[in-house]
């Protein structure tokens, strides 16, 4: 299933504890950073991004695929990939996938260098990949 062409994108940065998100205008330009989101459990996580998809009016969702520097999917992507396939039960909408190798990293690093302190560093570093996530995506050509 692919995305629709137009309306707003929910970008994902996968985590088992902690799931960053960001959301694109509805013309696509833009990703800004919008909550991280701590797992609690199916139900709890299904009702929060039924209610997140609604509320943003998402039609489609990007989700971060971490891809070894050897180019090949290890636990951690066959993780994103379940997730993003129960994602897409959930909430009813199409998936793209993304690779997020570094996304994490380079947030850290502008964080630093931001001068964001090491304990306010961790919820923020989430939103900040899935920035770069779905900004990857909405810049990337066709």
């Known amino acids: 299933m ?3 062409a137009k309306g707003r994108l929910l970008g994902v ?8 998100l ?16 701590t797992r609690q ?5 299904a009702a929060y991004f039924q209610r997140i998809v609604k509320a943003e009016q998402t039609v489609g969702l990007v989700i971060g695929l971490p891809i070894s ?3 090949t999917e290890g ?4 993780e994103a990939r379940a997730f993003a396939e129960w994602l897409a039960e959930v909430t009813s909408l199409p998936v793209a ?3 997020e190798r570094f996304t994490s990293s380079i947030a850290e690093d502008a964080l630093i260098a931001g001068g964001v302190k090491r304990d306010k560093r961790k919820g923020k570093r989430d939103r900040i990949a899935a920035v770069l ?5 909405l810049d990337s050509p066709g």
Request: charged content about 25%.
């Open 133 to 137: 996530i779905l900004q990857g995506y």
């Open 97 to 99: 996938f993304v690779d």
């Open 13 to 20: 940065d996968f985590g088992t504890v902690r799931v960053g």
């Open 75 to 78: 636990p951690k992507a066959k």
């Open 22 to 37: 960001a959301v694109s205008d509805p013309d696509r330009i833009l990703a800004s950073p919008f909550d991280t989101y």
């Open 2 to 4: 692919s995305l629709p």
């Open 41 to 45: 459990n199916a139900d709890a996580d």
């Open 69 to 71: 520097l050897n180019d």
